[in-house]
């Protein structure tokens, strides 16, 4: 079966680091394109990250540029969302998301392009 497995969220104080793992099982994501969502209380979904397969690029959102970083360990079939200088609204279910294997997507691929999804960690920044 096809899963990616999402892990290391917790509660962090403004200003703290914190790094989130998406695992996956059954595919590479060498081969596709991973997507990081998140989504707050009362709020609608939305994109944070995306990162191309192997030799691709990493895009991010305006509100979480030069803070927050993705990697990929390619051994470890994980990718990784790095979250530094975090704010209270940062607080959000984590999602990753992954594309099928090479399949054909822009850059920054919509939600209902990508054909796997996490079941999300629960990231909380406050004092």
């Known amino acids: 079966q096809l899963q990616l497995v999402e892990s290391g969220g917790g509660l962090v104080q403004p200003g703290g680091s914190l790094r989130v793992s998406c695992a996956a099982s059954g595919f590479s994501l060498d081969d596709s394109t991973t997507g990081w969502f998140r989504q707050a209380p009362g709020k609608e979904r939305e994109w944070v990250s995306a990162?191309?397969?192997?030799?691709?690029?990493?895009k991010y959102a305006d509100s979480v540029k030069g803070r927050f970083t993705v990697s990929r360990d390619s051994a470890k079939n994980t990718v990784y969302l790095e979250m530094n200088s975090l704010k209270p609204e940062d607080t959000a279910v984590y999602f990753c998301?992954?594309?099928?294997?090479?399949?054909?997507?822009?850059?920054?691929?919509?939600?209902?392009?990508?054909?796997?999804w996490g079941q999300g960690t629960q990231v909380t920044v406050s004092t």
């Open positions: 990162l191309g397969g192997s030799g691709g690029s990493a």
């Open positions: 998301a992954a594309t099928k294997w090479r399949a054909r997507v822009p850059e920054i691929p919509r939600a209902n392009e990508y054909a796997y």
